[in-house]
């Protein structure tokens, strides 16, 4: 064989087969960029030790209600994906509602995602939460934050 033949044997690995809704939400993520320091109230930062993905999830949270919520992902089709549609669940959820999210309740709103994949949706469930704790940490009283 030439060194420029092609031979799809070679190359193939695993195939992952997503459905429509994370194909989607892969493709065309929801709430992607990150919040300025005039509307960030909590801030979460949290990477997965098994494959090196991060993730980065910031709130804006006004009467202790989430009413703005952005994510960048340094991550895999699954966690941009999953992310995505975290983003849209917690959005407009009040601080207790937000915190009692699950990585079940993203993938089942997805519509399922490869087991091989699963985990990837604990990323965003675990920044939100680190968001959530932050902006509790910056609580004083009284701000209506
Ligand atoms: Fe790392 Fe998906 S493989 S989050």
Redesign the pocket.
């Known amino acids: 064989m030439a060194d420029n033949d092609y031979d799809p044997g070679l190359l193939a690995g695993p195939i992952l087969y997503y459905n429509e809704a994370v194909i989607d939400h892969f493709t065309n993520p929801r709430n992607v960029g990150e919040l300025g320091p005039d509307e960030t109230d909590g801030f979460g930062l949290v990477g997965?030790p098994e494959?090196g993905?991060q993730l980065k999830l910031w709130i804006k949270v006004r009467s202790e209600r989430i009413v703005k919520i952005a994510f960048k992902s340094y991550?895999?089709p699954?966690?941009i994906a999953t992310s995505s549609m975290l983003t849209t669940l917690a959005q407009g959820k009040s601080v207790m509602e937000a915190k009692r999210l699950s990585d079940d309740d993203v993938i089942e709103a997805l519509g399922g995602i490869p087991a091989q994949?699963r985990?990837?949706s604990l990323?965003g469930v675990r920044a939100l939460l680190a968001a959530l704790i932050d902006w509790e940490q910056h609580q004083t009283g009284g701000e209506d934050h």
Do not use: N, T
Request: charged letters at 25%; one cysteine or more; proline letters at 0%.
């Open positions: 997965d494959c993905d991550g895999c699954g966690a994949k985990h990837c990323l």
